[in-house]
């Protein structure tokens, strides 16, 4: 039986420098987050076969459609994908059904116009068949280049930073519909994108890239909460990064601890690293606790600090904290706006916090040296790296 799905290993020098293992099964979305020239579009491209690489393999249902070995290089027609750009790419002067249309092959006209509205319906497009791409929104345009990749009837399916020319209203209606379609597709599906946000929002799993290499694959929320490197921590956002001695480990209860700026911090137990060795522990913005000047204390990783900053991102306030001395890395929260206005929150007002054990997740120790971490902390603060 052939393996379902798809399978990519990419290796090259030059001109840009990959080094990519990945995987997608039918009906499965994988997200591909990195920085602006880490790879992404790249892997597309090679997995279309728009880019020839150096070395490596790409199967899709047990067919080769790459393999630098065996010298098998089968056409972009051969490899029927369908892809979906960050501009669309639409022909300007023909209507949205004429785009469709161009799509389909091997058919009378009179079917391929059958299909093609179909497919335009499908993307909730009734009524516009006959506009041109100028008389259409962004999120329509999107919608047509949509129903344009699937009319190749595509054995995979690549959208490459499809929402990032439409604003915040449609990007949401749009990944409902997404999130519809895909229930009915039985194909892999690739999805490109700068956002991590959009990324835990549409995708079953996500692939971490940097400069071409692969650091990271995982259900998006556990790539998140439990990056496997501090690199991979700062690629996703995380703030909460900090440098910590080891303690000790707690089999009976399920936990290690370690110390962090004269602090006892219990973790989940996470019994690879050493006893009296260095690590580096991170927890996300909203696995921190404001607690109630009042409340009694609870059972673990109280901290007190002082508010350094408060700021209002919509219905949610942002808060750092500093614990110690407030010429160091401040710990970062987030939660909701009405909660923080409750408590009265403000800049300047000493709190209590609570770390939730079970989301301290450790890594490997930086082995930067202090003068390069101080550099970096100067230069990006929220991504700091530190005691």
């Given at each position: 039986?052939?393996?379902?799905?798809?399978?990519?290993?990419?290796?090259?020098?030059?001109?840009?420098?990959l080094?990519?293992?990945?995987?997608?099964?039918?009906?499965?979305?994988?997200?591909?987050?990195?920085?602006?020239?880490?790879?992404?579009?790249?892997?597309?491209?090679?997995?279309?076969?728009?880019?020839?690489?150096?070395?490596?393999?790409i199967?899709?249902?047990?067919?080769?459609?790459?393999?630098?070995?065996?010298?098998?290089?089968?056409?972009?027609?051969?490899?029927?994908?369908?892809?979906?750009?960050?501009?669309?790419?639409?022909?300007p002067?023909?209507?949205?059904?004429?785009?469709v249309?161009?799509?389909?092959?091997?058919?009378?006209?009179?079917?391929?116009r059958?299909?093609?509205?179909?497919?335009?319906?499908?993307?909730?497009?009734?009524?516009?068949?006959?506009?041109?791409?100028?008389?259409?929104?962004?999120?329509?345009?999107?919608?047509?280049?949509v129903?344009?990749?699937?009319?190749r009837?595509?054995?995979?399916?690549?959208?490459?930073?499809?929402?990032?020319?439409v604003?915040?209203?449609?990007?949401?209606?749009?990944?409902?519909?997404?999130?519809?379609?895909?229930?009915?597709?039985?194909?892999?599906?690739?999805?490109?994108?700068?956002?991590?946000?959009?990324?835990?929002?549409?995708?079953?799993?996500?692939?971490?890239?940097?400069?071409?290499?692969?650091?990271?694959?995982?259900?998006?929320?556990?790539?998140?909460?439990?990056?496997?490197?501090?690199q991979?921590?700062?690629?996703?956002?995380?703030?909460?990064v900090?440098?910590?001695?080891l303690?000790?480990?707690?089999?009976?209860?399920?936990?290690?601890?370690?110390e962090?700026?004269?602090?006892?911090?219990?973790?989940?137990?996470?019994?690879?690293?050493?006893?009296?060795?260095?690590?580096t522990?991170?927890?996300?913005?909203?696995?921190?606790?404001?607690?109630?000047?009042?409340?009694?204390?609870?059972?673990?990783?109280?901290?007190?600090?002082?508010?350094?900053?408060?700021?209002?991102?919509?219905?949610?306030?942002?808060?750092?904290?500093?614990?110690?001395?407030?010429?160091?890395p401040?710990?970062?929260m987030?939660?909701?706006l009405?909660?923080?206005?409750?408590?009265?929150?403000?800049?300047?007002?000493?709190?209590?916090?609570a770390?939730?054990?079970?989301?301290?997740?450790?890594?490997?120790?930086?082995?930067?040296?202090?003068?390069?971490?101080?550099?970096?902390?100067?230069?990006?603060?929220?991504?700091?790296?530190?005691?």
């Amino acid at each position: 039986m052939p393996e379902p799905g798809l399978s990519v290993r990419l290796r090259q020098a030059r001109p840009i420098a990959l080094e990519v293992d990945l995987d997608c099964a039918p009906s499965e979305m994988l997200a591909l987050v990195g920085p602006s020239g880490s790879g992404k579009t790249t892997v597309l491209r090679a997995i279309a076969g728009l880019n020839r690489i150096e070395h490596g393999a790409i199967q899709c249902n047990g067919t080769t459609w790459f393999a630098s070995d065996a010298g098998v290089d089968l056409s972009p027609q051969q490899r029927r994908v369908g892809f979906v750009f960050q501009h669309y790419g639409l022909f300007p002067h023909l209507t949205a059904l004429g785009n469709v249309m161009e799509s389909i092959a091997g058919v009378t006209r009179d079917e391929c116009r059958r299909r093609a509205a179909d497919l335009l319906a499908r993307v909730h497009l009734e009524g516009f068949e006959n506009r041109l791409p100028a008389q259409l929104s962004g999120g329509q345009q999107q919608r047509v280049a949509v129903a344009r990749a699937l009319a190749r009837e595509p054995k995979v399916l690549l959208l490459d930073e499809p929402f990032a020319a439409v604003d915040r209203a449609t990007r949401e209606r749009l990944y409902t519909e997404l999130a519809e379609l895909r229930r009915e597709l039985s194909i892999p599906v690739i999805l490109v994108t700068h956002d991590i946000d959009e990324a835990l929002a549409l995708s079953d799993r996500m692939t971490v890239l940097y400069r071409g290499r692969t650091l990271q694959t995982g259900v998006p929320f556990d790539v998140v909460e439990r990056p496997s490197t501090v690199q991979v921590a700062q690629l996703v956002g995380l703030k909460n990064v900090f440098r910590a001695g080891l303690l000790a480990h707690d089999r009976d209860r399920g936990e290690t601890v370690i110390e962090w700026r004269r602090h006892r911090l219990r973790c989940r137990l996470q019994s690879e690293y050493a006893v009296g060795s260095q690590v580096t522990w991170a927890i996300s913005q909203g696995q921190i606790v404001l607690l109630d000047a009042n409340a009694p204390s609870v059972d673990a990783n109280v901290l007190a600090g002082t508010v350094l900053r408060y700021v209002r991102l919509g219905n949610t306030a942002a808060v750092s904290v500093a614990v110690g001395r407030i010429d160091r890395p401040p710990l970062y929260m987030s939660l909701p706006l009405h909660e923080a206005r409750a408590r009265g929150l403000d800049e300047r007002a000493e709190v209590r916090i609570a770390l939730r054990p079970d989301a301290i997740h450790l890594m490997p120790a930086d082995t930067q040296s202090e003068e390069a971490r101080e550099n970096r902390r100067r230069m990006q603060p929220a991504s700091d790296v530190t005691a």
